[in-house]
């Protein structure tokens, strides 16, 4: 870290190897003949028959609401053509049974039911791929939120729900087989996490399963059997699943689960979980969904998964590249598990229906359900989709732009099996955070971590946009947040600074034991010490604690003194907690050389109900002491007052 504008220095990267991928020298030869300028390292030992899959469920509604998707080509071409020839070889579809309204509004979501599957199986097969058939078991989405149970079926009891699963089932996989769709793999409900079709009872989960499977069999004896579930993450939950399955008995082949990088924990633990599934009851395991966000930017006016906040973990930078990088260590994970049969993208084909406004894009959504809901799912889900209801969430994890045009990253799945030498060359600038101190110096890094094509990482000079107005600006605007926009060769960093305004007190929070403090005990209590117990305490793991068996034996004070101060405003606040305690007088206090300036009242109740005395506006003279405290007095009880202090603070207001 140094100090704050940069002079520009020379950078360490030759220039022509600065810009972006697809840029660089020679691209244009390359795409002449088929190549592509993506970076894939291959991955090793792929079988022939792996799974490389693509949840394509809105297709048909997206092509209603007129968009229209392009070959790498740049023709006008059907994107299960291209899918096909980018090295899909699985299209996945959700089937729900019911998810129209009474006068036959569709709730959205490509209003998927079994017909919506059948043009879709076609079309896959039509291109050599087999269909993954997502039964929902339910008239609209079902994931860990929700497993609600079709309209139709809601006054059943388990064995009829049980006979009409079986029912459904039955005759969706035979219109899908009449219509010339390849099933190849049939799923018993969507990220089953604890719910199905309106059921918790895991008894009742598994007799729905087991009729679910049973129609399979019958149907489709070809097909293999899934059973789906989402949040690796959590502790034991897979093993967890896996033995009540294996102890129900239900017949099953793979063990599928939902793996979102930015949520759901490393592909460390991802391949630990499936592969102690795999090991213990030799099930087929995959990665049913899984996806990534090529651009922050939303296209269709309504809010996106992902994006530019923070709370997600971004191990890849959103760029064409980053989601291929995503893509192949996803495949790379399962491909390396005992009986890893596949990797399958969600959606990766729901993009913008191309509206200039949010009102042109609803109007398609409400016609032809290319939104995530429509307005008339508030019939089913009211408290969700009946309000938050609206377009494509995902269309920033899409394969296609805006327009319909595959993106590079598209070829992913068939340079797997190759690999391929795009250049080596930086991709991203990662974003930094950082704090500083008001009355401190703001020193931003001279570098920033370039994210290489490779997701390798180096370092790079960088330039910030930080002039003397914004300068001023973050030392005098208190505690806030401040984006400062940087140039690091050809690449846009982004420091993101939070302005802090510093505690001036030693040991505020009474982590390092009394130090800097000073206790008075004036009545003789008992207990008067600081306590390492993280329950009492505010934060961390210590606070000061005072307790005393006799009645009126607690009376005492509690304080620091800062020197040197500078001439200035300054505000005080602390906090208890405690009980027993009679007729108690508690104050917080500042001194001014000695002197009592402030004092700000303070009660206690009882255990957790912490109380917080704030004095602000504290002037004090260039030179003077200024001391803080808290002062306790109980009396009146029959004894045994107790009490917990903690985070003391004193700040320089601005
Ligand atoms: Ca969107």
Known sequence: MRKHRILAMALLLPLGLLGAFGCAVGADAAEEAGESSLYVEKVDGLPKDFILGMDASSVIAEEDSGVKYYGFDGRERDVFATLADSGITHIRVRVWNHPYDADGNGYGGGNNDIDKAVQIGRRAAQYGMKLIVDFHYSDFWADPAKQMVPLEWADMDIAEKSEALYAFTRESLEKLNEAGAAVGMVQLGNETTGALCGETDWDNILTLMASGS??????????????????????????????????????YDVFATSYYPYWHGTLENLSSVLGQVAGTYGKKVMVMETSYAYTAEDSDFSGNTIGDGGGVVKNYPYTVQGQANEVRDVIDTVARIENGIGVVYWEGTWISVGGSTRAENAALWEEYGSGWASSYAAVYDPDDAGRYYGGCAVDNQAFFDPQGRPLESLRVFGLVRTGNDGPVVPDAAEDVTMTADVSGEIALPETVSAIMTDNSRQEVPVQWELDDALLEQMRTGGAKTYEITGRAGDLTARCFVDMVVSDLLVNGG????????????????????????QSDSLTGTKHFHFWSAAANSVEFTLEQTVEGLPAGRYAYSVSIMGGDCGESEIYAYVKLDGETAATAPMTITSYGEWDTASIGDIEAAEGQSLTVGVYVKCAGAGGGAWGKIDDARLDPVA
């Open 214 to 251: 049973r129609a399979v069999r019958e149907t489709c004896p070809e097909a293999l059997v899934a059973v789906h579930f989402t949040n690796p993450e959590r502790g034991g939950a897979y093993a967890d699943y896996a033995r009540r399955l294996d102890e129900f008995g239900l017949d």
């Open 510 to 533: 009474f982590e390092d034991g009394d130090v800097g403090w000073t206790a008075t005990d004036l009545a003789n209590a008992d207990e008067l010490y600081v306590e390492d117990k």
